[in-house]
């Protein structure tokens, strides 16, 4: 009886690691998109991928998950350079682009 209980807490707190991952890409894919229609720049693939995580501190002092998600971005159309965003659990901390040709 305890191995099911072990195994549906388990599988709970997966589920809702992985809910919490997806909102969290959604709040940087939203405000990636954003800073490149600012820049008048093209978003690529509509895509970002997570590149790295790990555990830090943020600016309080307060451990938290820093997930970093990579995206292309074209400032002509025929170019490709690559962005790098950075999430402090909900919070942008910093996005970063390749240098890119203006036109």
């Known amino acids: 009886m305890w191995v099911e209980i072990v195994g549906i807490l388990l599988f709970t707190l997966a589920f809702l690691y992985w809910q919490s991952s997806q909102k969290i ?4 894919w939203r ?3 954003r800073r490149c229609d600012e820049l008048e720049l093209q978003m690529l693939d509509g895509y970002i991928a997570m590149v790295k995580l790990r555990l830090g501190k943020n600016s309080f002092g307060k451990w938290q998950l ?3 998600y990579q995206f292309e971005f074209s400032a002509t159309g025929g170019d490709r350079y690559r962005g ?3 999430m ?3 919070q942008i901390d910093s996005i970063q682009l ?3 040709r203006i036109q």
Request: overall charge positive; glycine content about 0%; aromatic content about 10%.
């Open 25 to 28: 890409k959604e709040i940087a």
């Open 31 to 33: 405000a990636t998109k």
């Open 66 to 68: 820093i997930r970093y």
């Open 84 to 86: 790098m965003i950075t």
């Open 88 to 90: 402090h659990a909900r």
């Open 98 to 100: 390749d240098p890119y």
